[in-house]
């Protein structure tokens, strides 16, 4: 939970994206547009299309990754960019323009109750429905989560997320890579570390551009990945948040 005044908080919007030309620019003009003292990073997660130089040009700062890393390899880089410079919250938006960044300040105000603060598409704002296997593993991590953290959390695999202080130094010491690690394995990590998780309702919204990253073949095997994800979460040795292990 963070002691630091909302109004006061340097905070770090991380963009991870892959291929992400048709809507990088315009995601990132409507984050200035509404949050026009924070700054944005745009991690290029191996693109081969101008991500790059549209991100820059629209005024974020870019790093690029040489090879695609996956959300959690991108994120990975976020946090130890602002753990670097000293920024005090880090806020995961998506730059295929599903998160509205209008959301952005209530999940900061969470922040004050809070070490990471979940925007949720199941708690009651939106008609967002998941179908398929995807709405069992949904269901199964939100019940297992719910248990490990002693709160209700509905929405285990959202990535549109803000995090406090003590999750920047625990995820800039390690942030899993691994398919679903930047979502199960990493709220594992928060809640083995103490770290106290909240949600709020948000509203999703249709992508931007470019290609959803899940198919129906996907979605039949997502269960059983989700499922493996939590187990190796489980069973991996229990992470600190000191500021030594941070370093």
């Known amino acids: 939970m963070s002691t630091t005044s909302v109004h006061t908080r340097r905070v770090l919007i991380v ?6 030309q048709a809507s990088v620019g315009s995601v990132i003009a409507q984050v200035r547009a509404s949050l026009p003292d924070m700054d944005i990073l745009v991690v290029d997660d191996g693109s ?16 690029r990754l040489s090879v695609n890393l996956g959300v959690g390899g991108a994120m990975r880089t976020g946090f130890r960019y602002a753990a670097a410079r000293g920024y005090d919250v880090v806020v995961q938006v998506d730059a295929d323009g599903q998160h509205d960044p209008e959301e952005v300040g209530a999940l900061l105000s969470g922040l004050d109750e809070a070490d990471i603060v979940i925007g949720s598409r199941f708690a009651g704002k939106g008609a967002y429905k998941a179908s398929g296997p995807r709405k069992y593993a949904m269901v199964a991590l939100s019940m297992v989560f719910s248990r490990l953290a002693r709160r209700k959390i509905t929405d285990v695999t959202s990535g549109f997320k803000a995090m406090g202080p003590k999750a920047i130094r625990l995820f800039a010491s390690y942030y899993p890579a691994e398919y679903l690690g930047d979502t199960v394995e990493s709220l594992v990590m928060a809640i083995r570390a103490k770290l ?3 949600e709020i309702p948000v509203i999703m919204r249709e992508r931007a551009g470019g290609t ?16 493996l994800a939590l187990l190796l979460a489980l069973v991996r040795r229990r992470p600190s948040v000191d500021s030594s292990d941070a370093a």
Not at 15 to 20: D, K, W
Not at 212 to 227: I, T
């Open 15 to 20: 963009m991870p994206a892959l291929n992400e």
């Open 48 to 63: 081969v299309d101008d991500t790059a130089r549209l991100a820059r040009a629209a005024g974020a700062e870019v790093a």
């Open 196 to 198: 106290v998780i909240a």
């Open 212 to 227: 959803p990253s899940h198919s129906p073949v996907k979605s039949a095997v997502y269960l059983g990945r989700a499922g």
